[in-house]
């Protein structure tokens, strides 16, 4: 890695198949013996995402509407198992076409069905430490810590790095420290999924302590905050991933279809809600949905059905099935490359139908994103999780300080007590104090946080 330019310098070796489809899991003392029920170890692992409670919580977060009054429209929860489905169909492509091949795939027994499991389960986690009101919640989160004078304050006694975390807050960094500590905090590695699992997940394999990287797709943002950076060093090391500096290292190829998934159900999806919703008419949804599919027969398709709301259905189905498999054939074209470290760009901006991307996510921007409801709920959650990270963290810091008052006292009975420290009190140590309190804030629903915001704040009583 340059330093000065960004510019992705590719490892020395590419990675290997055999190293980047291990099924050992993260903090697991010792392999699977018993049996699994006819399950895969990767398909384990999207069960034991299903089932934890972070998952739920997704199913009162926001997508794009936020707090919608629609029951039509997507929450992260429904997101989250669409972009699953994309995902386990683009892995599923992808594991045949590299079965074909690579004989180390079939030599450990791995299916195409197993890779499709790999990124199915990468998929369903990749919102999964997402705050309350969507991607307005990561900048309400970051905004407080850069210019509120309590986020001043809190900040004060951490090292640059640690700083770093919390100054460019990121959902993906809280999802890896979900999946590998929150969830399950008994058990070293949290859930213990597998390696493969959880570097397909890791989109951004890097910490914050460096800053802001634009040339390479995969290091935009990063994965990982300071306190689990042990953690992905040692997934790193058993899935073989090549390392380019210090806490920075080369992505997992699988996460390459991870972003794809995502990628495709957002932008498509979200112009089929704003249609449900009267933000889009169906003529904008028609023509860039088209430009995607480009079918000559699709005219007549779309004449034969009976009403919009099917026509608009059945361009998203097309479109969907356009786009997994124009990334699937991408991914196999240069696979090479992207297991040599170099290649670093997002599948979706080389396929033929990249100008129709373009277009969608054009559309999203001018008149989606900026469209009146989203905006306004958006900007009330600025001040909801300002005012929440505000008024816990002062309580927090007042207990490390012995300066409890009435009122902070009361306050700090709201926390449940793993958000605190070791026998109901505070953590000694600063840094483990702001994370537990982002871990408090940012797990919560929309809802919770509007109506324990409400409440903290006197706007509204219990009962009233």
């Known amino acids: 890695m340059d330093r000065e330019s960004g ?6 070796e590419a990675m290997t198949w055999g190293s980047l489809l291990a099924s050992a899991r993260l903090g697991a003392s010792a392999p699977q013996t018993t049996p699994a029920m006819g399950r895969s170890e990767f398909q384990r692992d999207f069960d034991r995402i299903v089932f934890s409670s972070a998952f739920r919580r997704l199913q009162d977060k926001t997508q794009v509407f936020p707090l919608a009054e629609s029951d039509y429209v997507r929450t992260r929860l429904t997101h989250s198992l669409e972009a699953s489905s994309v995902g386990r169909s683009l892995g599923t492509l992808v594991g045949a076409g590299l ?3 690579y004989r180390e795939i079939d030599d450990l027994g791995v299916s195409p069905s197993d890779i499709g499991a790999i990124v199915a389960a990468a998929c369903l986690a990749h919102d999964i430490g997402n705050p309350p009101f969507g991607h307005s ?3 309400a989160i970051r905004l407080f810590f850069a210019t509120h004078i309590s986020g001043h304050d809190l900040l004060a006694p951490l090292s640059e790095a640690q700083r770093a975390d919390f100054l460019q807050f990121e959902g993906n960094a ?3 420290r979900i999946l590998t500590r929150l969830q399950s905090p008994d058990n070293r590695g949290g859930l213990q999924l597998t390696l493969a699992t959880l570097g397909a997940f890791t989109k951004y394999p890097r910490a914050a302590r460096h800053g802001t990287m634009e040339k390479a797709i995969s290091l935009r943002k990063h994965g990982f905050m ?5 953690y992905f060093a040692e997934i790193a090391h058993g899935l073989g991933l090549g390392r380019r500096a210090q806490g920075i290292w080369v992505r997992h190829p699988l996460a390459y279809l991870v972003e794809a998934a995502d990628d495709i159900c957002y932008h498509v999806v979200d112009v089929e809600d704003a249609y449900r919703l009267g933000i889009l008419r ?3 949804v028609e023509g860039v949905l088209a430009g995607i599919i480009d079918d000559a027969s699709l005219a007549h398709r779309l004449g034969a059905m009976r009403d919009d709301k099917g026509r608009i259905e059945y361009l998203r189905a097309r479109s969907i099935n356009a786009l997994v498999e124009q990334a699937a054939h991408r ?3 240069i696979e090479g490359e992207l297991r040599a ?3 670093d760009v997002a599948l979706l901006s080389e396929v033929s139908a990249a100008m129709g991307m373009q277009a969608l996510r054009a559309l999203g921007e001018q008149r989606i994103y900026m469209a009146p409801p989203v905006v306004e709920i958006e900007a009330a959650g600025f001040e909801v999780l300002a005012g929440l990270l505000a008024v816990f963290g002062g309580a927090i810091e007042a207990q490390a300080r012995d300066q409890l008052n009435a009122r902070d006292r009361m306050r700090l009975k709201l926390i449940p007590p793993q958000f605190l420290g070791p026998n109901g009190g505070v953590h000694p140590d600063p840094y483990q104090r702001l994370l537990r309190l982002t871990d408090f804030v940012s797990g919560m629903t929309d809802t919770y946080a509007v109506s324990l915001y409400k409440k903290v704040t006197g706007i509204s009583l219990p009962g009233g």
């Open 341 to 343: 470290g170099g290649h």
């Open 226 to 230: 300071e306190a689990e950076e042990g």
């Open 331 to 333: 991914f196999l074209a």
């Open 174 to 176: 809280q999802g890896f």
């Open 7 to 12: 510019e992705v310098r590719a490892t020395k």
């Open 282 to 284: 169906y003529e904008d």
């Open 99 to 101: 079965r074909e091949r």
């Open 137 to 139: 919640g990561e900048d």
